[in-house]
């Protein structure tokens, strides 16, 4: 897949010479987030709720309890929208009107699926660990039979699905050029600080340093 | 309002202990955030959008244009769920199972409606341009007519609200506690980089280092 060509309802309309449909910008935007926003809708109200993901390849899982109301809806064939959005800045123009943010986001619809096939929920739950935190898989303990009958896999297609991005500075008009106060962008990045030890550590336990 | 008893809608079931009512939590969790999702429906099918927005009292504020689907849906009272997500940190426990995110959230249920009295108007579009850069409304070029026709601004009281939090270390089961890898948690922070300037400023202008 190299694009994800637009439908009815992923064609971006606001500002349509933000959207892309590349795959490849979609897919980045989905590897560097690390909350993806679920909406499902029940009786006309929709509810969103965010929760932690990963892509692989073509799809987007998501995991929870197998007891949630909303694991277990969407299991069931509600339709949902999986949007990933990426804070990139503050942008402060002259003029009130055109303040806004630089950003990347993506939007996915679709109907998720349930995953029942062993080695691929477990490659799923190794893909969410991963896209956290690299390499901690392989150091973990492994989820036990409990544990996974306790939990739902999803898989969402990435079939139906959009970015919309912002970046630079302010776009004033012509005449607000003049105005007299500072223009420009705030670049803001989500960033890890040092990690915090648990109490209990092996001997030359060695502390990652997460995924941002 | 202190306290926003939850409904059957917002109370929250999933891990019942993490959730609050309080509305001092609600506002500071509001307050500290920069993006808030909004979903709505449309035929069954949930759309999930981000926007910036700003709290006064006890109503949320967004704006947007005035020709847009989503603002005149919202509008015409399509019910909403506003979400705002602050991801403070990552848990890695010992157990794939029990990875985990440190987060605080607020979800908002409700009906928006448009704020026409021009006075609530520009209150609304002062706190959000405040929300993002304090002190900045005195500086900027004010709306005109224009840009305030083309504008939508609409308000969602707080009212059926609820937050989630969840921090601190991994909650690992007793028999893991001597599991060879490191656990612990590593906290995160959206950090404001250094402003950039914008190709024409004023003489002696001063970059503001935005809310961040």
């Not at 795959?23 to 499902?40: K, Q, R, W």
């Not at 007891?67 to 064939?77: I, N, P, Q």
């Not at 003029?95 to 990347?104: E, P």
């Not at 349930?114 to 490659?123: M, Q």
Request: net charge neutral.
């Amino acid at each position: 897949m190299t694009t994800t060509p637009p439908t009815e309802r992923t064609r971006v309309r606001r500002l349509p010479n933000r959207a892309s449909y590349d795959a490849a910008t979609i897919h980045a935007i989905l590897d560097e987030g690390l909350v993806c926003h679920l909406g499902f809708a029940h009786d006309g109200q929709a509810f969103v709720l965010p929760t932690t993901y990963a892509r692989v390849e073509d799809a987007l899982y998501v995991h929870g309890s197998a007891a949630s109301r909303m694991f277990r809806g969407l299991r069931d064939g509600i339709p949902v929208c999986a949007t990933v959005t990426l804070l990139d800045g503050l942008v402060l123009a002259r003029s009130a009107f055109h303040h806004s943010m630089n950003y990347r986001s993506v939007v996915i619809l679709g109907v998720a699926a349930e995953v029942t096939e062993p080695a691929e929920r477990l490659r799923a739950l190794e893909a969410i660990v991963e896209h956290v935190a690299p390499g901690r898989w392989a150091q973990v303990r492994p989820p036990n039979e409990r544990e996974l009958k306790a939990t739902m896999v999803l898989r969402l297609p990435i079939a139906e699905a959009s970015a919309k991005l912002r970046t630079g500075g302010p776009l004033d008009d012509a005449e607000d050029l003049g105005w007299p106060c500072w223009a420009g962008h705030v670049p803001l990045q989500l960033v890890a600080l040092p990690p915090v030890a648990d109490a209990t550590q092996p001997a030359g336990a060695v502390a990652p340093n997460g995924r941002a």
